[in-house]
């Protein structure tokens, strides 16, 4: 789905990315058109672009259980970062996100912890000391939600509850409608929800190659540096 917005090579990219998935004889649909921006609130146009996206969802009758569904923001990412996504925690989970970067940690209006505690924007991210534990060791992190530029989660919701994104209703605060597709895969009882830390995307290349291979390093230091402070 492409908006039809971007100023870079996308659209002409996803054109030769849909001759050769016809050439592999690999099912899809590719939309790309200029969405005009019906309503104000900018959540509500998302999820009417996000909803739109997963049309080919419904009518070509996906299978619920087996399905999952790959969401990407306009990001820079490998395909190795998608695979390491899809394997969070052995696959055993309902949504599972990476962690999406500008100069720092950037999706911190969606991401809550598993109590609904906000996010730090710098590492290790997590405010609550087990989940600090994970994250420095490399593990994925359960959490109430999370979007960070790239999310798997399963199709069931989608297919067999009417599951959608959607605004805040009326009992509720006004929220980013990716956090209300974690809700409300919760209230569903799919609340195995979980932030890899071992994904990381960003939204520049520069921002990408310094997260992924630069600060690594850098956080090592700093965590060794306030331990010999703190100790």
Same mark, same amino acid.
């Given at each position: 789905m492409?908006?039809?917005?971007?100023?870079?090579?996308?659209?002409? #990219?996803? =054109?030769? *990315?849909? &001759?050769?998935? =016809?050439?592999?004889?690999? #099912?899809?649909?590719?939309?790309?058109?200029? &969405?005009? #921006?019906?309503?104000?609130?900018?959540?509500?146009?998302?999820?009417?672009?996000?909803?739109?996206?997963?049309?080919?969802?419904?009518?070509?009758?996906?299978?619920?259980?087996?399905?999952?569904i790959i969401f990407l923001n306009d990001i820079y990412y490998k395909v190795s970062d998608v695979i390491n996504? &899809?394997?969070?925690?052995?696959?055993?989970?309902? *949504?599972?996100?990476?962690?999406? *970067?500008?100069?720092?940690?950037?999706?911190?209006?969606v991401s809550r912890d598993f109590n609904k505690s906000n996010l730090m924007n710098y590492y290790p991210y997590f405010k609550n000391p087990v989940d600090q534990k994970l994250v420095r060791n490399g593990l994925p992190v359960r959490v109430f939600s999370g979007w960070n530029g790239m999310v798997i989660m399963k199709a069931a919701p989608f297919i067999n509850h009417n599951v959608f994104f959607r605004q805040n209703q009326l009992d509720e605060t006004m929220e980013s409608e990716c956090y209300f597709i974690c809700k409300d895969f919760w209230k569903l009882g799919f609340n195995r929800i979980y932030i890899n830390p071992n994904v990381k995307v960003a939204y520049s290349p520069i921002f990408y190659y310094?997260?992924?291979?630069?600060?690594?390093?850098?956080?090592?230091?700093?965590?060794?540096?306030?331990?010999?402070?703190e100790d």
């Open positions: 492409e908006n039809g917005d971007s100023t870079d090579n996308t659209i002409s #990219q996803l =054109n030769a *990315f849909k &001759i050769k998935l =016809n050439e592999a004889n690999i #099912q899809n649909t590719i939309i790309i058109k200029k &969405i005009i #921006q019906k309503s104000f609130h900018r959540f509500n146009y998302l999820s009417e672009i996000r909803n739109e996206a997963l049309e080919p969802l419904y009518n070509l009758k996906w299978n619920a259980i087996d399905t999952r996504l &899809i394997n969070t925690n052995s696959m055993e989970y309902d *949504f599972a996100c990476g962690v999406d *970067f500008y100069y720092a940690f950037y999706d911190v209006l310094l997260h992924k291979y630069c600060m690594g390093p850098v956080n090592i230091f700093t965590d060794w540096y306030y331990w010999l402070i």
